[in-house]
Every structure is written in structure tokens, then in C-alpha cells.
């Protein structure tokens, strides 16, 4: 069965740190989609990225870059120099692909920011 | 920019009420979604629809209904109240293409407290 595992609860650093998030999966697909959202404070969850099970390419976007590793299972998220506004829950989530539109989420991680 | 709108961000009722969430989305999608987030147990799909008046049930749908009458409007039912549904709920929406994974897009959420 499919599963998303975020095994941490809850991060805090210092601005400017570095942190990364991890995310491991579990799925019986050869092809399948995952991807991280954003819940700021206010509670609408943004799209950050997604990913085929076919492209194993590291992505990076401004300060975010993502580590996807097909051998371990995971999908790692990293903020480099990391910010007050970058506080807020992540999620993971997974799609296989005979089961497209369904997302299968993890848990979140809630990172908090300190000035 | 897509937008989906929840008709309150907070909601108190008393045990035993019927209960209606209302979402709508404003970019012809196909696809409406309604979850739950609890804390620690991240977000669980209640129901799905993939056009006008279709339904399937997500993860946990005891306790709950869905009503599709237009494309851009996707309601939440509950029959009748109980304090166990206090939580927050989120509708999303996605282009319904098929084979073809596009990313939800959330509302802001409803906060409903079961009294």
C-alpha cells in the first residue's frame, strides 16, 4: 500500500540556517508523482514542486532544492539560508499513477524560523 | 491564479446540527476534493467528485456526504454533527485530464468546532 512518512514532527532554526526535510514513500508503482506543499499561517496550502518517478534530477529553486533518490525512497527538501516568511507545515505527498487525481500525503513537518 | 473559496474560515455548531461546507472554485476544473487535517495525522481525503454529480469516497468518508450540482461548487455535508468531526477542513481542486497528474490547488480551510 501506498504511504508517505515524514518522521519529523517539528524542526526549529535560526534565520539563515540551513534545514533540510525528509520525506520517504512507500508505493507497489513503478511510475508515480510526488510532491511538497507549503502551509503558511494562513492556512491555504501552496504548491511547491512536483516530480516523476522517471526523473531523478536534483531540482533547485532560488533557496529550495529537492533530492530525490529512487534507491532509498525518499524525496528530501532543503532550504538553504533559511528565512522567517519560510516558517510554516510541509507536506509530502504521493500519486501513483493509475490513481492520478488521489494525493496520498504525509503527516507535515512544522518548520519554525527564529530572527 | 486559480481560486478556490470556502464560505467561512470558522465555523462553531452543536452536536447534532446539519452541517454544510461550501467550496468553489473559479478555473473550470474537473476535479473537487474535500479533506480533513488533524493534527499528527496530516490530511485525509473525505470524497472526491471528477465531474458534475459523480462521487467516490476518499479515505474516511463515514459521517459525511458530498453534493455536486454545478462544476465550480462542491459541498460537504454533515448529516449530523459530532464532536469528533471538529477539525479543519480544506477543499482543493485539479484539472481532470486523464493520465496527466496537475497539482491541487487549496482554499483557505475551514475551522468547524463540533460543540
Known amino acids: 500500500a501506498q504511504k508517505v512518512t515524514q518522521a519529523q514532527t517539528e524542526i526549529s532554526v535560526v534565520e539563515k540556517e540551513d534545514v533540510t526535510l525528509d520525506c520517504v514513500y512507500e508505493t507497489r508503482d513503478t511510475t508515480y508523482y510526488l510532491f511538497w506543499y507549503k502551509q503558511p499561517p494562513s492556512g491555504e496550502l501552496v504548491f511547491l514542486i512536483r516530480r516523476n518517478s522517471f526523473d531523478e534530477q536534483n531540482e533547485i529553486s532560488g533557496r529550495y532544492s529537492w533530492n530525490f533518490q529512487k534507491s532509498t525512497s525518499s524525496f528530501n527538501f532543503t532550504i538553504t539560508a533559511s528565512q522567517v516568511v519560510d516558517s510554516a507545515v510541509y507536506f509530502c505527498?504521493?500519486?501513483?499513477?493509475?490513481?492520478?487525481?488521489?494525493?496520498?500525503f504525509g503527516t507535515g513537518t512544522r518548520l519554525q524560523v527564529f530572527p | 491564479d486559480v481560486k478556490v473559496t470556502q464560505s467561512s474560515r470558522y465555523l462553531v455548531k452543536r452536536t447534532g446540527e446539519k452541517v454544510f461546507l461550501e467550496c468553489v472554485q473559479d478555473?473550470?476544473?474537473?476535479?473537487m476534493f474535500w479533506y480533513r487535517q488533524d493534527p499528527g495525522l496530516g490530511l485525509r481525503l473525505i470524497y472526491f467528485?471528477?465531474?458534475?454529480?459523480?462521487?467516490e469516497k476518499g479515505d474516511i468518508p463515514e459521517g459525511y456526504s458530498v453534493s455536486r450540482e454545478k462544476k465550480e461548487r462542491f459541498s460537504l455535508i454533515l448529516e449530523s454533527a459530532s464532536t469528533n468531526q471538529t477539525s479543519m477542513y480544506l477543499c482543493?481542486?485539479?484539472?481532470?485530464?486523464?493520465?496527466?497528474?496537475?497539482?491541487?490547488?487549496f482554499g483557505p480551510g475551514t475551522r468547524l468546532t463540533v460543540l
Open positions: 467528485s471528477y465531474d458534475v454529480k459523480m462521487k
Open positions: 505527498a504521493l500519486s501513483e499513477v493509475y490513481n492520478t487525481d488521489k494525493l496520498i
Open positions: 482543493a481542486s485539479s484539472f481532470g485530464q486523464s493520465k496527466i497528474l496537475n497539482e491541487q490547488f
Open positions: 478555473m473550470d476544473h474537473e476535479n
